[in-house]
């Protein structure tokens, strides 16, 4: 079994930042990719960013490319999402997931964490 942890979730005003860690751990092997999906209310789940296993290669969807940045520490067991230029149409419930590598399909990936509430004011 795999855990994965979000964090850093809150409120924000349009236009700031907030840094969103995600921890694995359990049947974890550091060699699967990592990767941020967020669902608004009554839409459905959509890729945001992916990062392979070494980290060297990323993936954004467009609406966040230039203002998001994913990376994963040393470990290669923590995922970050930065968030910058936050606009209000990034409200939603963020979710990381593991897999064997990056695909923009929700249902290709096992393992997700339980979701951590990004809110954005205008």
């Known amino acids: 079994q795999v855990h994965l942890v979000e964090s850093g979730g809150g409120l924000v005003q349009a236009g700031g930042s907030l840094r969103l860690p995600c921890a694995a751990s359990?049947?974890?092997?550091?060699?699967?990719?990592l990767v941020w999906f967020r669902q608004a209310p009554g839409k459905e789940r959509e890729f945001v960013a992916g990062?392979?296993?070494?980290?060297?290669?990323?993936e954004y969807a467009d609406s966040v490319k230039g203002r998001f940045t994913i990376s994963r520490d040393s470990a290669k067991v923590t995922v970050y999402l930065q968030m910058n230029s936050l606009k209000p149409d990034d409200t939603a419930i963020y979710y990381c997931a593991a897999g064997l590598v990056v695909t923009r399909r929700s249902d290709e990936y096992a393992w997700w964490g339980q979701g951590t509430q990004i809110t954005v004011s205008s």
């Open positions: 990062i392979g296993w070494s980290g060297g290669r990323t």
């Open positions: 359990g049947r974890f092997y550091n060699t699967y990719s």
